[in-house]
């Protein structure tokens, strides 16, 4: 057996001594273990391990030097201390809404985990065009509570600077900084991914479009420059666990994966949320799935004017700074947030379009005409989005935006 004193890269047979020797007690004997690696996204090694002999079972997620979209592309596995430590944070604020953290070992850079297998991943099951009609509730008490109890307005703000340090992330960022709210608007590295039918729709729509530019860059100064709230930092379908029936007094919807947290703007994960139900919108519509579009719509609708219930009401119960309790401010706070949020939504709306980062809801749109029409949609919506941010207000806004974009396009 392995000592495991000195990082290497795992491998599915070596995963299961790598458990048994760092928790010995979590599995009952006879031990039948099976290792399967499951992960599909673009950073880090996922093995599920299961005790044959009774189910009992946990996630072992390690992070590699370099993405596994591109071997270029090296970062530090730091991204599992913080993600570690993000989520036992989480927990005290949104307990049942996050996987549980069993250990971390700072060596192999390995978060032990929860696993939620019983759980669906939520891109995939929007692709399969599944509804979900507590998600709206889920998603807000989550995004509530994770993130104005990490601002100024709720904490000692000594406490806040320092979490501000320990969180900083900055490869992470660099990621974000590049992919989002860069590359998309000029190419000048090279990576985007642009459907080769809508080439010029993006040269003029975007690479040409100044003010579009303009205004992206100032939204990337102030992700780069806002430590308002300690982010999820990657709040996509992808990132999300649902379910459809509950056992016991467990919640229906986990939030997992959040390596790229640092403290940034709350609209960032808002926003982030949104555009990933228009790119399920997108999937049912290209399949005539009436029911479960409008249901998108709705739950679309709901997650911002949810958020905003929830957010004055712990605002008012949470707020200790004194000038924050000054008349009007938490509505004048929560209204640039609701702004950052619909700018956010486009610059996602924009980056899985044209980056290098796409996603299946879209790519797997069969009908090669009808995802072209998705991607121009999706173009219009977000710029829409993006220079008209400061005219978002409540739910029915982002709803209309989408529509408009659509009756843009014919």
Known sequence: ????????????????????????????????????????????????????????????????????ISSEMQISPERNRVESEILLLQKKYADGLVPDVYQYDTVMCVCIMEDLSDYQLMRYALIEHKTFPYFAEDITDYMVNTLINTTDIVMDHKAKKELVKRFINPELCEITEDLVYTEPYNDNKKRNRVTPENLKFVENELYNDENLRLEAAKLKFEFMNNAQALLHGDLHTGSIFVKEKAVGNERLTRVFDPEFAFYGPIGYDAGNVIANLFFAWHNGNAAGKKDFCDWILTSAMSVIDLFKQKFLNVFSKNATDVMAKTDGFAEYYLSSIISDTAACTGLELIRRTVGMAQVKDITSIADKKKRIEAERVNILCAKDCILNRCSFKRGQDFVDVLHRALSRLG
């Open 1 to 68: 057996m392995a000592v495991y004193d000195k990082y290497f890269l795992m491998k599915e047979n070596d995963v299961a001594d790598y458990v048994t020797a760092k928790m010995p007690d979590f599995f009952k004997t006879p031990l039948a273990l099976s290792v399967k690696e499951i992960g599909d996204g673009n950073l880090n090694y996922i093995f599920r391990v299961v005790n044959e002999t009774d189910g009992v079972s946990l996630i072992v997620k390690q992070a590699g030097y370099t993405l596994r």
